[in-house]
């Protein structure tokens, strides 16, 4: 099984946390302490890992921030001439930053001046990573990349959505819900680029079936409620709220029904096809229905309300878990 982008960072700071203790002969400042991820980041350039610094991008700054680490990085692959990586991380990098100024521009409180603010902010940042996409592509002389590039950003800065075809006839059942979230995920870099892609496929149909979908997620969600599940998750994550749960059911069900599947019937086996990513977490799959809703509608999805069974199997303590779980704390520890 891979490790999660964040447990190779935290292996390697801890190595070199270790390191600089025995070589200062005493503890580290706050800001000794806070430098050591930087140099862990900074080692992986000079070894050029930059896949690894890819993969540390997508997950920390898939939805704002990270500028000055994204601007090297995509420096290295435009020096590397690797116009398939940057279009990982620019494809990875632009749906979140999208989605945050339009979750702003259909705010009940649109027109407020905090409002404005975070929807301006979230508007240039877009279009500052856009625009730095398109540079790239022009460097590499890929000019058909570049020029659909650029008519992405003057339909986004027009701030103006596409408005959607003659709905999509068929019926969001079971088989189609799967099929759609496989669509969504292949080649997805991100959780984010995941939502952007499942947002623009659920749009695409009726109202009604929009609604249907969501009403499998939520049954989806409830079906995954087990003690033993949340255990895995609280093992894999080092700690685990309530709501960081809820995220996890949704990041098991982004991974498609296999997985599901056996997160349901035989949460052990998880580890046989755990391939760990995004963080564990997928919180706006919760979301995304309501955004495709608005997109078909204009105006917000109807509540949707569905009984919600008590949660299956034991409860435990937390010091119980490497006990009672042995084979997924070894597997994690």
């Known amino acids: 099984m891979n490790k999660d982008i964040t447990d190779i960072l935290c292996d390697e700071a801890a190595v070199l946390l270790d390191e600089k203790i025995k070589s200062l002969g005493r503890k ?57 990586k940057l279009h990982k991380l620019f494809r990875g990098l632009i749906p979140g930053r999208m989605n945050a100024f339009w979750t702003q521009l259909s705010s009940p409180s649109k027109g407020s001046i905090g409002n404005i603010t975070f929807a301006s902010s979230a508007k240039a940042e877009t279009l500052e990573v856009m625009l730095e996409y398109y540079n790239a592509m022009l460097e590499l002389g890929e000019e058909d990349a570049a020029s659909k590039i650029k008519e992405e950003m003057l339909q986004f800065n027009s701030e103006e959505k596409k408005k959607p075809s003659k709905p999509d006839p068929r019926k969001i059942d079971n088989c189609l819900f799967w099929e759609l979230i496989n669509i969504s995920s292949t080649n997805a870099s991100s959780a984010s680029e995941f939502i952007s892609n499942l947002e623009t496929e659920l749009t695409k149909f009726k109202a009604t079936e929009i609604k249907n979908f969501q009403k499998l997620l939520i049954t989806y969600q409830h079906n995954l409620d087990s003690w033993d599940l949340w255990a895995f998750a609280y093992i894999a994550k080092g700690g685990c709220s309530d709501d960081s749960f809820d995220y996890f059911k949704n990041w098991i069900i982004s991974q498609g029904q296999e997985t599901y599947k056996i997160s349901c019937e035989n949460f052990d086996k998880l580890i046989d096809v755990f391939e760990p990513c995004w963080g564990l977490e997928c919180e706006e799959l919760s979301y995304v229905a309501d955004a495709a809703y608005y997109n078909r509608q204009g105006k917000p999805m109807p509540s949707i309300s569905i009984p919600v069974s008590k949660i299956k199997g034991e409860p435990w303590e937390e010091d119980e878990l490497k006990n009672k779980y042995s084979r997924i704390w070894n597997e994690f520890s």
């Open 28 to 84: 580290l400042n706050y800001r000794e302490y806070e430098r050591i991820e930087e140099d862990v980041l900074h080692s992986w350039f000079e070894n050029e890992r930059l896949d690894d610094v890819m993969e540390y991008v997508l997950f920390n700054f898939d939805t704002n921030g990270g500028n000055d680490l994204r601007k090297f990085l995509s420096h290295e692959l435009v020096e590397e001439r690797n116009a398939k």
